[in-house]
Nanobody, 119 residues
Framework: QVQLVESGGGLVQFGGSLRLSCAAS????????MGWYRQAPGKKRELVAT???????NYADSVKGRFTISRDNAQNTVHLQMNSLKPEDTAVYYC?????????????WGQGTQVTVSS
């Protein structure tokens, strides 16, 4: 079982910045594929960014050039630096960990942290 705890959400003005953090349990964090997803009211949860164990990254088109995902394997944490925030970035942001074990995929989720961008 992997536990994920997000922090860093809040209220920010248009054009501002926030940094989300996710602390993960487990001794093999370096092998996890980590990601951030978000869900706005009335919308489906969507991918924001992912980072592999080798630190390869992938971003949704809507956040490319504005958001940066990074990981610190020594601290079992993953971060999402969000710059140039827009009102449409308003959502609950969820940390995700993907583990492959015995040919099966296991997904773990944090409780979510609210990000609100005012216009």
């Amino acid at each position: 079982q992997v536990q994920l705890v997000e922090s860093g959400g809040g209220l920010v003005q248009f054009g501002g910045s926030l940094r989300l953090s996710c602390a993960a349990s487990g001794t093999i964090f370096s092998t996890y594929i980590m990601g951030w997803y978000r869900q706005a009211p009335g919308k489906k949860r969507e991918l924001v960014a992912t980072i592999t164990s080798g630190s390869s990254t992938n971003y949704a088109d809507s956040v490319k050039g504005r958001f940066t995902i990074s990981r610190d394997n020594a601290q079992n944490t993953v971060h999402l630096q969000m710059n140039s925030l827009k009102p449409e970035d308003t959502a609950v942001y969820y940390c995700n960990a993907v583990i492959y074990r015995d040919r099966s995929r296991f997904d773990y989720w944090g409780q979510g942290t609210q990000v609100t961008v005012s216009s």
